[in-house]
């Protein structure tokens, strides 16, 4: 379990359900992020940022614009990658890495993780924050991410911060600012 001092640890039923309900309300998400990877063989923190866009049911935009450009769109089961130039087209029904990873994230976003059986929840909270600890427990995922911890903000419940601690010992932390909510998002945002 995640304990950091001065933290409650909470029993998960009444918060879970308030994230839960707060996450089932949520139609679209557009944020700015911050990523911070932390490589433990290299001193220095890698660090991006760029743009992320989510709509309901299951389109979602993750792009780095700095210090490179690169994106991932999802739209169903169709994904498509471009890096720099270079664009590639996947299907998540079919090629099992990239339709595990769109499960991950679209899980995070929808907050359908909380169900998820390759994953044990425990929840600690303080004034600022009620953090996730979602320990992997499935055998195949534990090669590559041994937890992920989910930051919501106490007082809306919105997610703030991402942490997924890899397997090899490799940390990577996103941060959202500029959340904005319900808002309408074009349709070629998710254009493959």
């Given amino acids: 379990m995640l304990m950091i001092p ?34 433990s063989f290299i001193d220095e923190q890698l660090v991006s940022s760029g743009k992320f866009w989510f709509s309901r049911p299951d389109r979602m935009r993750w792009e780095y614009q700095n210090p490179f450009f690169y994106s991932i769109i999802i ?31 679209m899980n ?20 600022y924050f009620i953090i996730v600890n979602f320990e992997t427990v499935n055998k195949g995922m534990k090669e590559y991410i041994a937890s992920i ?12 911060k991402i942490r997924m601690n890899e397997a090899s010992g490799d ?10 909510i319900n808002n309408s998002i074009q349709d070629d945002i998710f254009k493959l």
Avoid: C, W
């Fill in 108 to 127: 995070m976003v929808n907050g359908k993780m909380f169900d998820d059986p390759d994953y044990h929840a425990t929840i600690t909270e303080d004034a």
């Fill in 171 to 180: 940390v990577t932390v996103i941060e959202f600012d500029n959340q904005k």
């Fill in 6 to 39: 001065g933290v409650i640890t909470a029993q998960p039923g009444n918060t879970l359900q308030q994230i839960k309900l707060h996450s089932q309300k949520i139609k679209t998400i557009e944020a700015d992020f911050t990523q911070t990877k932390t490589i």
């Fill in 75 to 105: 739209n169903g089961d169709n994904i498509k990658v471009i890096d720099d130039k270079k664009v590639s087209r996947f299907n998540a029904a079919s090629n099992a890495m990239f339709g595990q990873i769109k499960l991950i994230i």
């Fill in 149 to 160: 911890d989910l930051y919501f903000n106490a007082q809306n419940y919105e997610m703030v």
